[in-house]
């Protein structure tokens, strides 16, 4: 099946450093989302992109829509000990109910203290 | 406000036994997903209902059914457990252009 391009795969950094990840996919997306994981839970939505340029910021965390619309990246800035966990990229075409996100392979981020 | 609930938490079969997954959400939302994560392959959609009374095939439907019981239940069942099911199971919740809301898994091996 479909799957969006994540790298890096896993990131290790210590705490205050700068993270940056990105998805790449063939498809072109409408939306695009990002969603952290922490062990043990669910996928828990960060920030969602619906405009091809769109630059978003949450917090420490910034996303972007790239202008192809099959690309996103996600910055965090000044990583803290709490940013560990699985960051996931999921895209979505638009088309109602029955639109399905496809999510990328995951980032595993590790922040030392 | 108790989001997404699925139960249970935990399971251990053995190849052959039938197993039903039970999720509920108290959003009023009208779609409802399950989803299987494997380490490596991010998640891949099982079923989906995009609204009370219908149900559809998402990626990787081999295996398992789904009941759409109300607008609040969506149940996933495995009739006859198998090694390769052995994953993590998150159903998922939404209204129409809105992100999904997970719950928080059930974590299933199979023997």
């Known amino acids: 099946g479909q799957q969006l391009n994540q790298s890096p795969q896993s990131m290790f950094i210590q705490e205050g450093e700068d993270v940056s990840m990105n998805c790449t996919s063939s498809?072109?997306?409408?939306?695009w989302l990002w969603y952290k994981q922490d062990p043990g839970e669910g996928p828990v939505l960060l920030i969602a992109?619906?405009?091809?340029?769109e630059l978003t910021s949450n917090g420490r965390l910034t996303a972007q829509f790239g202008t192809t619309r099959k690309d996103s990246f996600l910055n965090i800035s000044a990583s803290i000990p709490s940013d560990v966990g699985i960051y996931f990229c999921?895209?979505?075409?638009?088309?109602?109910?029955?639109?399905?996100?496809?999510f990328g392979t995951g980032t595993l981020l590790a922040v030392q203290p | 406000n108790a989001g997404v609930t699925q139960t249970p938490k935990f399971q251990v079969l053995k190849t052959g036994q039938s197993m039903t997954l039970q999720c509920a959400q108290d959003?009023?939302?009208?779609?409802m997903y399950w989803y299987r994560q494997d380490p490596g392959m991010g998640l891949r959609l099982i079923y989906y209902?995009?609204?009370?009374?219908?149900?559809d095939k998402g990626e990787v439907p081999n295996g398992y059914n789904v009941s759409r019981l109300n607008k609040r239940e969506f149940s996933l069942r495995l009739e006859s457990a198998a090694p390769s099911q052995t994953s993590v199971y998150f159903c998922?919740?939404?209204?129409?252009?809105?992100?999904?809301?997970f719950g928080n898994g059930t974590r299933l091996t199979v023997t």
């Open positions: 992109l619906y405009k091809a340029g």
């Open positions: 498809s072109i997306f409408n939306t």
């Open positions: 209902s995009a609204s009370e009374g219908t149900t």
């Open positions: 999921a895209g979505q075409l638009r088309g109602g109910a029955t639109n399905k996100l496809i």
């Open positions: 959003m009023n939302h009208n779609s």
């Open positions: 998922a919740s939404r209204d129409n252009n809105s992100p999904l809301h």
